[in-house]
């Protein structure tokens, strides 16, 4: 099983982002995928998750109107577009599948807003 995300970078306040998560090793349609964060000191945090087929999303509160979470199920791809970053949005964003007891976590990619 392998979770391979992509996309991270430096970007200015205002900016946009776009984050790939590549699933290999599972049936990724039948999983539920999301992104998390986690910035230095600070707990992993839910930002956007996804249904199986794509027609169920979650947003945190602080993400929801910038943020937008989508899938292609043919290219076993999650991805998450990120507009109007802010400096507060700086962290690891982790790739999330989870599928009823069954779990897998990406490596992670730095996503830095700042001037």
């Known amino acids: 099983v392998q979770l391979v995300e992509s996309g991270g970078g430096l970007v200015q306040p205002g900016g946009s982002l776009r984050l790939s998560c590549v699933a290999s090793?599972?049936?990724?349609?039948?999983?539920?995928m999301s992104w998390y964060c986690q910035a230095p000191g600070k707990e992993r945090e839910l930002v956007a998750a996804i249904g199986g087929a794509g027609d169920s999303t979650y947003y945190a509160d602080s993400v929801k109107g910038r943020f937008a979470i989508s899938r292609d199920n043919a290219k076993n791809t999650v991805y998450l577009r990120m507009n109007s970053l802010k400096p507060e949005d700086t962290a690891v964003y982790y790739c999330n599948a989870r599928f009823g007891n069954y779990v897998y976590w990406g490596q992670g990619t730095q996503v830095t807003v700042s001037l």
């Open positions: 090793g599972f049936t990724f349609s039948k999983y539920a």
